[in-house]
């Protein structure tokens, strides 16, 4: 049976996550990574999640995905996906192996990784992988499958896709693997794609290269991604909207102009403040906020950023949980100064 919700989303909805918790057991006790995440995309768009190392970026995604580590702990948040417009499936509480999982993962939802070999395996040949893929969700002959293949590492862009097919993993270049490891993601045509990271580890022209095959991707198949990235730089390149993640929330979500241009979170704005400028050396971490990201066993009270935060008032953000405050096309910030900070850059 698959799980269907009462409740519905709007119709243009791919994927909403409402108030998402997850904690870890560890020998130290219990460490909550993800505390009430809210998060939406819509059909065919791309949302950008940034933040620095630690911040719930890849948790969150993994409970999407229900590939979260033996040891973690769900809250009672809910997470929604309806791929094709008619069938809304609650995916939080799914076992990582259950039928709907494996038929969603792979089949609706791709998934790219900074890493190709953790999507590749060094023993098959590019070729096999795709067509297992494609044969697992689609009921079509091996020859099929073979010219879907081909195909794909086409689309991709992957220089004599007929040879390229039966070669290995390891015979391919670092930005070779990362467009076959997307030929892989995009086998069975997902409604989502979940790009974590996927350039980070590429020097800066086969990023470019990487980040426009994606872009041009998700226009003529009309996917949508999550893109997660500490680079600002990059959201601004392929995201339409936008959500800052620090200490296992969204502090604040809006359209990529609207955080660009008018950031009411402080978060944010030290983050973009720390924008990668051009001809700077790559993979350097963004660093310019004062002190570092606090333990996630020492969550600080009140407001988690106000330890770092330069505009706060410990009088009331070390005391009271932030509010969430809406702006206009659906900006909102978790600030109890949102709408009242100085002139951003003042
Ligand atoms: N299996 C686990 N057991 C205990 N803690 C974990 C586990 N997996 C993740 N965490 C913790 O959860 C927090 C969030 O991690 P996550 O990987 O989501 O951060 P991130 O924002 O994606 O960071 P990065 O950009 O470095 O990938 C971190 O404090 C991390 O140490």
């Known amino acids: 049976m698959l799980d269907k919700t009462n409740n519905k989303m709007p119709p243009e909805r791919l994927l909403q996550l409402d108030d998402v918790e997850v904690a870890f057991k560890t020998r130290d006790g219990l460490v909550k990574a993800v505390d009430g995440v809210n998060y939406h995309v819509d059909r065919g768009e791309v949302l950008g999640i940034v933040g620095e190392s630690g911040s719930g970026k ?19 948040g809910e997470i929604r996906f309806n791929p094709d417009g008619d069938t809304e499936y609650r995916l939080d509480g799914l076992k990582r192996d259950s039928r ?12 790219v990784f900074q890493e190709p070999m953790t999507a590749l395996s060094p023993v098959h040949s590019i070729g096999t992988q795709i067509m297992r893929t494609v044969m697992l969700h689609r009921r079509v002959s091996k020859e099929a499958a073979r010219a879907r293949a081909i195909d794909l590492l086409a689309r991709v862009q992957l220089p004599q896709p007929e040879r390229l097919v039966d070669s290995y993993p390891h015979q391919l270049s670092g930005g070779m693997r990362q467009r076959a490891m997307i030929a892989l993601a995009l086998a069975c045509d997902p409604a989502l794609l979940i790009a974590d990271e996927p350039t980070t580890a590429l020097d800066v022209t086969t990023e470019a290269q990487i980040l426009e095959l994606l872009k041009s991707l998700q226009q003529e198949l009309g996917m949508a991604i999550v893109f997660i990235t500490h680079n600002f730089g990059v959201v601004a390149d392929i995201a339409d909207r936008v959500a800052v993640m620090y200490l296992g929330r969204v502090v604040e979500t809006g359209l990529v102009d609207d955080i660009f241009y008018n950031p009411q979170h402080p978060y944010t704005r030290a983050l973009l403040g720390s924008i990668p400028r051009l001809g700077q050396k790559k993979q350097r971490r963004l660093s310019v906020i004062k002190g570092s990201v606090p333990d996630p066993y020492n969550i600080p009270s009140g407001c988690v950023f106000h330890t770092r935060c330069d505009y706060a008032d410990p009088s009331v953000c070390a005391v009271r949980t932030p509010p969430r405050v809406p702006f206009e096309r659906g900006q909102e910030a978790l600030c109890h100064f949102a709408g009242n900070l100085p002139e951003a850059g003042a």
């Open 58 to 76: 890849s948790v969150t995604v993994r409970a999407i995905m229900r590939l979260l580590a033996r040891n973690a702990e769900e809250g009672k």
């Open 100 to 111: 709907l999982m494996r038929k969603l993962r792979g089949g609706r939802i791709g998934m």
